[in-house]
């Protein structure tokens, strides 16, 4: 089993930055592929940013240029860096992973936090 909690949401205005976390804890070993995704109120859920086992970052056309997503391994933390945020960026961010060795894609992840919520005012 694998366990996802994230922290660091808040509410800040537009323009500000967070840095969101996502600690990872249980069986870690063959966590290759990880990502962050996003539902804003009345939306459906969103990837936002991902890494895979070699390191390569994808992100969601919204959020390129100004999210960064990494690793610390030897801490099994996610982390997700925001900029130049906008109040569109508002919303439940969630961490999540896939287990194994198979191809990294949003719709290839099985376990999920519970979610920390990111609200920007104008």
């Known amino acids: 089993q694998v366990q996802l909690v994230e922290s660091g949401g808040g509410s800040v205005q537009a323009g500000g930055s967070l840095r969101l976390s996502c600690e990872v804890s249980g069986d870690t070993m063959y966590l290759y592929c990880m990502g962050w995704f996003r539902q804003a109120p009345g939306k459906e859920r969103e990837g936002v940013a991902r890494?895979?086992?070699?390191?390569?970052?994808t992100y969601a056309d919204p959020v390129k240029g100004r999210f960064t997503i990494s690793k610390e391994n030897g801490k099994n933390i996610l982390y997700l860096t925001m900029n130049s945020l906008k109040p569109e960026d508002t919303g439940m961010y969630y961490c999540?992973?896939?287990?194994?060795?198979?191809?990294?894609?949003?719709?290839?992840?099985?376990?999920w936090g519970k979610g920390t919520l990111v609200t920007i005012s104008s």
């Open positions: 890494i895979d086992r070699d390191f390569i970052t």
């Open positions: 999540a992973a896939m287990p194994g060795f198979g191809t990294c894609s949003w719709g290839s992840m099985n376990y």
